[in-house]
T-cell receptor, first 113, second 111 residues
Framework: KAGVTQTPRYLIKTRGQQVTLSCSPI?????VSWYQQTPGQGLQFLFE???????NKGNFPGRFSGRQFSNSRSEMNVSTLELGDSALYLC????????????FGPGTRLTVL | QKEVEQDPGPLSVPEGAIVSLNCTYS??????FMWYRQYSRKGPELLMY????GNKEDGRFTAQVDKSSKYISLFIRDSQPSDSATYLC???????????FGQGTRLTINP
């Protein structure tokens, strides 16, 4: 079974731009979570989607948003990029809401210049 | 103060040594505890998962949770160079899907 895939793997943007990252979960998985990983803050929860609905949200500004499609694929969007948004963005999928095991993708490395 | 504290290291040990990695947490509501391994340029990979207090063993890996002292440990026996990675502890409360991670400990096993 194919793992979680994320595209693109690397991205360079400039301040003020916006970016969209994509995540395809493991086949059959309906829950997708997004995390931001930085050297200073570590891994921080952004949000989780299940059946196209946002179920949980972390403490990030409204510039960070996401959505999930009917095929469980998810996108996250960051508008008005800031230098501090440079990070590895990780997507994780799980089979259902009550299933604990989250499987992470390789991440998208975003660099904001 | 972070909800989960983990010494970022780096930690360097010789091959074959027993490695001990630790985290402490502050929220007594945390019920589920996990250890993830992350190789460079890869996403975290689930190593161990435990519920509440106790021990769990899987091959060379043993996870321990002591809820009374809010302490989580991962032991690696007969460490191998391929174990060189960043190890992240994570936890969550019952009913919540958000994982709270420690900072991660960078481990190097020297041949």
């Amino acid at each position: 079974k194919a793992g979680v895939t994320q595209t693109p793997r690397y991205l360079i943007k400039t301040r003020g731009q916006q970016v969209t990252l994509s995540c395809s979960p493991i086949s059959g998985h309906r829950s997708v979570s997004w995390y931001q990983q930085t050297p200073g803050q570590g891994l921080q929860f952004l949000f989780e989607y299940f059946s196209e609905t946002q179920r949980n949200k972390g403490n990030f500004p409204g510039r960070f948003s996401g959505r999930q499609f009917s095929n469980s694929r998810s996108e996250m969007n960051v508008s008005t990029l800031e230098l501090g948004d440079s990070a590895l963005y990780l997507c994780a999928s799980r089979q259902g809401q009550s299933t604990d095991t989250q499987y992470f993708g390789p991440g998208t490395r975003l660099t904001v210049l | 103060q972070k909800e989960v504290e983990q010494d970022p290291g780096p930690l360097s040990v010789p091959e074959g040594a027993i490695v001990s990695l630790n985290c402490t947490y502050s929220n007594s509501a945390f019920q589920y505890f996990m250890w993830y391994r992350q190789y460079s340029r890869k996403g975290p990979e689930l190593l161990m998962y435990t519920y509440s207090s106790g021990n769990k063993e899987d091959g060379r890996f043993t996870a321990q949770v002591d809820k009374s002292s809010k302490y989580i440990s991962l032991f690696i026996r007969d460490s191998q160079p391929s174990d060189s990675a960043t190890y992240l502890c994570a936890t969550r409360i019952q009913g919540a899907q958000k994982l709270v991670f420690g900072q991660g400990t960078r481990l190097t096993i020297n041949p």
